[in-house]
């Protein structure tokens, strides 16, 4: 007889493959082309889009693949038995830190992005702060519950994220995709950069595995999940560059959004789809912050692990809403998410090659 | 956690009153008489008939309420049989084999057993059995003879189909019982007997099909029934409020109905029905957040009309939830996204309105409310007269005096209409709580509260459970296997297993036999 | 229990912040178009003085149908006048009751003097693009005369002019094949891109609005160098390929004869071998029917139609040839888009001649522009002939 799935906190391996992209799938894309669009020659970003995208899966694949080599055990519990106690848990310290800065970007992006779009007098503070205990009440729900939040809420982001598309192929020039191939190699880099670094958010994998049920199928379905976001930017790359022209693009504070402002919804039920696909991105948004939280919750929860959920996310929760409200302007916003997204790939990579080598050299024997 | 509340008052054994009524029943007739009367009090519909059999040797007694019995049943089958009977045959001298022989062969009453403490009578007797004593022996034979007035099988009221059964439960538990044992001919089929109520000694009845459920349902059940400790339970919603998973949710996490096939159509789906005595409203658990927007209907119209219908129900279940609090944000703060032509013209018809959107909708919606509270108190022709003028004078009323603008008129009706398109009342109301939550959402920070609220909305539902099953489920967790009845109603013969949520034993529905 | 702590704690906040954007929709004063003046008295400033003229809507004007209205008008127009327009916006919300709401903005109508003035008409769309009211479909056009004068047409059927304005933008594109609007969007692009752009010329006559032409504006400057008429824009149509409907009148046998077009397509074809004499050859497909004819020839007959569509293509070629023209002799100005062919498709080649396009040695000017057309018709309409041929 089947076992009563529900009773228990686990995670399937179709939860993983949503998971993924509701992690990657946050503010980032808003911003994308136009920092893509800076760096290379019309359409030409999707050649970076599709190489960061090819090392992000793989980057996915490796930590899921490593990961479930330790069924059952946290981060920090595999961790050390490679690196010993005290490396591990400032590795798991610092994942925590990372985690939170990505909620606290997403929290200030999306205040910053409603100012933009949907308010014009509302205090940012009290945007972020609604947005936040949002997300708060999320994460102190069950984390299954989260899972779930991701599986009702990424079928709608990606309806509305076709939406768009569909209703702005009408007015994408082909033209404006002219002329291909013509980026500089140093452009190409620097495309790759951003591209690469849009792709963030693989790494809950290192905490997450554990929790999954059947974690010999959890690299495979990560990989496809990662797979999902890779496409989507693509496609809406494409777009920007086609109905906007390059120069426009790499113009526009949030070309995604923009986008979206071209929509002439047949029938003429509303206007400003912008708005509504602002809107409905905020739960994309949500659920990023929201598992960016809870990682972090999980990974101090397993450094102290008398304090109770609830405790550290009573504690995080304002440090996270004062790192959100640092930042003054929008170009300080912009430095700070570079800074915490180049920080989270380069720790990423470092942590893989830290756990790989190790586990090697003390011969750490993983249970395939 | 939420349970533990109920926990803490589990049974508490000691009880002083009852311990009165444990004590034995004696030999000597008289004192047992008196000992029943003294304990219900001597009241007037206590009928105790004393009598004597075998030549006058052996004093006897009958004793029920009147009213509570069949009294045809008394009359023929007791009181005839012994009497007549017992003056033919001979019977045994010995008090023991003449109690044995009665017992066994004379009184012709299906239903019959003994007993041998007060505590067994006074609770027979009340359930409207027949006490049968005979002097000189400490036992009772206890006579199933319940009946009396109770209402007929009538069409139910608050769940009218069209195209469907017309039968629907009564007050009485029996004859509940029956109704699904027509719908369900299995000898799988179960019912258990728990009896609640400290004081009212109800009996509730627990269906389900072995062989489908899933075993853990039933314990869970089980478990959470046994925590009830309370005097009385008048209606099926104590039971429900004492047993569901969150009493703080606005959600039905256990549906009630009134309908005998929509009972068994939940018993096939590994479901339990829980029967109560004395009110024709049976629960049925676990729900689920897509069980409350269904109808038996659904499945008996043909598939193409079923799905319309669930999906129109869903876009009730919107509008319901989601329309007036999006015609503040729209109008309050987001002009733009109304198409020019419509927000001039919005804008000429709430040219003069005092209030600003909130306000106007907030009193719109609450004498919405009063009219539907109205409404249903009042007697069926009165209730009417109120709907009539409620509807057309006050809103044409209000209109004129330039209180509201008629788009919000439009917006308050449709939305009470589509409000009470749904299948199920309670689900019906539990949506118009949330209505005012995100009105008030709306009003502060438009699109934006709008959207936080779904997502809390979203983050309650799925943290919700009942009885084990997530609410939100096929959604999440996913199971699109069983999305084939949840939107879109597949027809018949694509329908083949049984919802996987349910984890049910026996999977397969349909076509068995490839 | 600690969920709904949480919930309470945060519907309290919530309840405790108020409502800071809150603005009931009769409060908003609905602009729907703007014009934007040179103000007559202060010419000759260093940085010239606007007058910005914004038609809010009366809703009250309009009326709720079966109930009053038409006693008062259904719009009226504000003007102010100063340096910055965000600064005569702002000054103009201190004297009306409703704060100008411009999300509602659909025309933008700016006089052909703000438009010859020097740097100042990009500054202008500046504001358009920048604030977040405005979207990016509204359409700019250019007056003849003064802006404001345009907007104070009465349209008998119409309640609201900028409206009925927009409906006859539409139109003139459909079935006049005059040139389309330019939205608020394709002038961001403009202006990132420096391209040069038409933009179309409307005037008001009593109580109606005509579309005449259009301004050619060079995207280095951003300046109105030039003026196209009807026949020009119908040309430039043809050859950008924006061709939505229109006709093209034709004589044959002295008779005049209407081809009425229902699908264009061209190819430009761009020949960079010798960069001081760059061939450019449009071929300009199209398909359409006969729309109206005043000789009585059947047009059943195969020569006949063949000679049809040999007058079509050479009128089609001498409206094109025409702009051409105007484009390289008069103005010397490629307002064409073959710039954009050049950077799309002969990158290296544009790389090189980008400065010399139609500036400086003006390679535009001097560069071969041949122009062919293809046209078939499709169906002569519901009958052959109408009239008799008349006795023999």
Redesign the interface.
């Known amino acids: 007889m089947k076992s009563f799935k529900y009773a228990d906190e686990k995670i399937s391996e179709k939860e993983i493959l949503i998971a993924i992209p509701s992690m990657v799938i946050g503010v980032g894309i808003l911003t994308l082309p136009k920092d893509l669009a800076s760096a290379v020659m019309a359409a030409d970003g999707w050649i970076p889009l599709l190489a960061g995208g090819f090392i992000a899966v793989l980057m996915t694949w490796m930590v899921a693949k490593f990961a479930s080599g330790f069924a059952n055990q946290t981060f920090l519990t595999y961790a050390s038995s490679i690196a010993t106690k005290p490396v591990a848990i400032v590795l798991t310290f610092v994942f925590a830190v990372l985690f939170l800065l990505i909620t606290a970007f997403q929290v200030r992006q999306i205040a910053a992005i409603s100012k933009q779009y949907i308010f014009d007098r509302t205090p940012l503070e009290v945007i972020a702060l609604t947005f936040l205990l949002v997300v708060v009440y999320a994460v102190s729900g069950s984390r299954a519950g989260l899972f779930r939040l991701n599986m009702m809420f990424f079928p709608i982001i990606l309806f509305i994220a076709f939406s768009v598309f569909i209703f702005n192929l009408g007015w994408s020039d082909l033209g404006n995709l002219l002329p291909v191939f013509r980026t500089g190699f140093t452009d190409y880099l620097k495309g790759l950069n951003t591209g690469i670094t849009s792709y963030l958010g693989f790494s809950i994998l290192w905490f997450y595995i554990a929790l999954v049920d059947q974690p010999k199928k959890a690299p495979k379905m990560a990989a496809l999940g990662m797979c999902i976001p890779v496409g989507l930017y693509i496609m809406l790359y494409i777009l920007c560059i086609g109905v906007f022209g390059r120069e426009v693009t790499a113009n526009l504070l949030y070309p995604t959004v923009e986008l979206a402002k071209v929509v002439d919804i047949p029938g003429g039920f509303f206007e400003r789809f912008e708005s509504v696909f602002f809107v409905i991105w905020i739960m994309a948004i949500f659920n990023t912050a929201s598992m960016a939280l809870d990682v972090a919750v999980l990974a101090i929860n397993s450094i102290f692990e008398r304090l109770k959920k609830l405790k550290i996310l009573l504690i995080l929760s304002p440090v996270v809403y004062a790192v959100s409200m640092f930042p003054q302007d929008k170009v300080d916003v912009d430095s700070f998410g570079s800074m915490m997204s180049h920080s989270m790939f380069f720790y990423t990579i470092f942590v893989i090659v830290l756990l790989i080598v190790l586990a090697k050299m003390r011969g750490v024997k993983r249970d395939e | 956690?939420?349970r533990s509340l109920f926990r803490r008052n589990k049974k508490k054994e000691t009880n002083n009153n009852e311990e009165n009524f444990s004590i034995k029943i004696f030999k000597n007739l008289d004192k047992n008489m008196g000992n029943l009367k003294k304990m219900l009090d001597e009241p007037n519909d206590l009928v105790i008939r004393k009598f004597t059999i075998h030549d006058s040797k052996h004093k006897c007694g009958v004793a029920y309420i009147d009213g509570m019995v069949d009294s045809d049943l008394v009359h023929n089958n007791i009181m005839k049989s012994v009497q007549l009977i017992t003056g033919r045959k001979p019977l045994p001298e010995a008090e023991s084999k003449l109690f044995e022989e009665i017992y066994q062969e004379i009184l012709s009453v299906t239903s019959i057993k003994k007993g041998t403490t007060l505590d067994d009578i006074s609770n027979a007797i009340l359930g409207g059995s027949t006490i049968f004593y005979i002097n000189g022996i400490d036992n009772v034979i206890i006579m199933d003879t319940q009946g009396g007035e109770t209402r007929s099988i009538e069409e139910p009221i608050t769940e009218t189909v069209i195209r469907g059964s017309r039968e629907g439960f009564v007050e009485n538990l029996r004859t509940n019982i029956v109704l699904i044992r027509r719908y369900i001919r299995d000898p799988n089929l179960r019912f258990k007997t728990y009896q609640v109520g400290r004081r009212s000694k109800k009996s509730l009845v627990v269906s389900y099909m072995d062989g489908i459920i899933?075993p853990?349902i039933v314990k869970e059940v089980n478990r959470r029934l046994e925590t009830i400790d309370m005097d009385d339970a008048p209606e099926s919603g104590y039971i429900e409020e004492w047993i569901e998973d969150s009493f703080?949710s606005p959600f039905p996490q256990i549906l009630n109905t009134e309908r005998p096939d929509k009972v068994a159509a939940a018993i096939l789906e590994g479901k339990v029905a829980i029967l109560l005595d004395g009110t024709p409203f049976v629960l049925i658990a676990p729900a689920t957040l897509g069980n409350t927007l269904q109808s038996p209907e659904d499945y008996y119209e043909r598939w193409t009309i079923g799905t319309l219908l669930r999906a129109l129900r869903y876009l009730a279940a919107f509008i319901a939830v989601f329309l007036p609090a999006l015609y503040i944000a729209?109008?309050?703060?987001?002009?733009?996204?109304?198409?020019?032509?419509l927000?001039?013209?919005?804008?000429?018809?709430?040219?003069g309105?005092p209030f600003?959107?909130?306000v106007e909708a907030m009193l719109m919606a609450i004498t919405m409310e009063l009219l539907r509270e109205a409404g249903t108190r009042l007697p069926t022709p009165i209730g009417q007269t109120i709907g009539i003028v409620g509807g057309l004078v006050i809103g044409e009323a209000a209109v004129s005096a330039g209180l509201v603008s008629?788009a919000m008129v439009i917006v308050i009706a449709l939305n009470a209409i589509a409000s009470f398109s749904l299948p199920s009342y309670s689900v019906a109301i539990a949506f118009r709580i949330l209505l005012f939550g995100l009105m008030?959402?709306a009003?502060?920070?438009?699109?934006?509260?709008?959207?936080?609220c779904y997502?809390?909305l979203?983050?309650?539902l799925?943290?919700l459970?009942s009885f084990?099953?997530?609410y939100?489920t096929p959604?999440?967790?996913?199971f699109l296997g069983d999305w084939n009845d949840l939107v879109l109603r597949a027809p018949v013969t694509a329908i083949k297993r049984r919802p996987t949520y349910m984890?049910t034993?026996d999977e397969k529905s349909v076509n068995k036999g490839d | 229990m600690n969920n709904r702590l949480l919930i309470l704690l945060c519907c309290m906040i919530i309840m405790l912040s108020g409502c800071w954007d809150e603005n009931d929709i009769e409060e908003r004063g609905f602009v729907i178009g703007a014009a934007i003046d040179l103000a007559e008295d202060e010419q000759g400033k260093d940085s010239p003085t606007l007058t910005l003229t914004n038609q809010f809507v009366v809703p009250a004007g309009i009326g709720m149908p079966g109930g009053g209205g038409g006693e008062q008008k259904a719009f009226s127009n504000i003007s102010g006048s100063g340096e910055s327009l965000f600064g005569i916006i702002r000054e103009m919300s201190t004297t009306v009751s409703r704060a100008p709401y411009f999300e509602h903005l659909k025309v933008i109508i700016i006089s052909e003097e703000v438009a010859r003035q020097p740097d100042l008409f990009g500054s202008i769309i500046d504001l358009f693009i920048r604030d977040q009211e405005m979207r990016r479909e509204i359409k700019i056009v250019i007056s003849e005369q003064n802006a404001q004068k345009v907007m104070k047409v009465e349209p008998e059927a119409e309640q609201l002019p900028i409206m009925y304005m927009n409906d006859v933008m539409d139109n003139t594109v459909k079935a006049g094949g005059l040139l389309e609007p330019v939205r608020m969007g394709d002038m961001h692009e403009y202006l990132l891109e420096e391209s040069n752009y038409v933009i179309p010329r409307v005037y008001s006559l009593d109580n109606r609005i005509k579309f005449k032409g259009a301004g050619v504006f060079r995207g280095k400057s951003n300046r109105l160098v030039g003026n196209i008429n009807d026949d020009e824009s119908v040309g430039l149509n043809l050859i950008t390929n924006s061709t939505e409907g229109g006709f093209i009148k034709f004589e044959i046998n002295n008779k005049l004869m209407i081809y009425e077009l229902k699908k264009t397509k061209n190819t430009i074809k761009i020949d960079t071998k010798d960069q001081d004499n760059i061939k450019i050859d449009i071929t300009i497909d199209t398909e359409g029917n006969i729309g109206e004819m005043y000789g009585e020839r059947s047009l059943l007959e195969k020569d006949f139609l063949r000679e049809i569509e040999q007058k079509v293509n050479e009128k089609i070629e001498l409206l094109a040839n025409n702009v051409i023209k105007k484009g390289q002799e008069e103005l010397q100005l490629d307002f064409f888009g073959f710039s954009d062919i050049l950077k799309q498709k002969h990158y290296e080649t544009w790389n090189e001649v980008k400065d010399n396009w139609d500036q400086g040695d003006n390679i535009f000017a001097k560069s071969t522009i041949n122009v062919t057309a293809d046209s078939i018709i499709r169906t002569t309409g519901a009958s052959d002939r109408v009239k008799d041929q008349g006795s023999e």
Do not use: C, W
């Not at chain 2, 927000?343 to 040219?351: D, G, K, L, W």
């Not at chain 2, 009003?443 to 959207?451: T, V």
């Open positions: 956690m939420r899933n853990d703080l729209l109008v309050s703060f987001h002009q733009g996204m109304i198409p020019s032509d927000a001039f013209s919005i804008a000429a018809t709430r040219e309105v600003p959107a909130f008629p008030v959402a009003a502060i920070f438009g699109l934006y509260g709008i959207i936080l997502i809390m979203n983050i309650h799925v943290n459970k084990g099953v997530p939100t959604f999440a967790p996913n984890q034993h």
